[in-house]
């Protein structure tokens, strides 16, 4: 069982930057990839970006050239650098991590982007 534990979430205004931390219970290199997700009010979770083992990455066009995910693999942690935040960008993020046809979930950080 993985465990994933967000941080760095909280109150911006637009135009603003936040970076987001995901702490894996384990070493990341066990899992095949990793990613953040985020879900608005009413709306369906959504994937936001994604890094593989090997360091590939994939972003929703929408935060495509703001935002950027890395990985530290010394400390089992994954990031998520938003720059020029915009209000559509509120949501829960959730990290994500998948490992041999697992999925697991981390409880979620609140990002708030006021106009």
């Known amino acids: 069982q993985v465990q994933l534990v967000e941080s760095g979430g909280g109150l911006v205004q637009a135009g603003g930057s936040l970076r987001l931390s995901c702490a894996a219970s384990?070493?990341?290199?066990?899992?095949?990839?990793m990613g953040w997700y985020r879900q608005a009010p009413g709306k369906q979770r959504e994937l936001v970006a994604a890094?593989?083992?090997?360091?590939?990455?994939n972003y929703a066009d929408s935060v495509k050239g703001r935002f950027t995910i890395s990985r530290d693999n010394a400390k089992n942690t994954v990031y998520l650098e938003m720059n020029s935040l915009k209000p559509e960008d509120t949501a829960v993020y959730y990290c994500?991590?998948?490992?041999?046809?697992?999925?697991?979930w981390g409880k979620g950080t609140l990002v708030t982007v006021s106009s």
């Open positions: 890094i593989t083992g090997i360091g590939n990455t």
């Open positions: 384990e070493s990341i290199f066990t899992l095949n990839a």
């Open positions: 994500h991590a998948y490992r041999l046809g697992m999925g697991y």
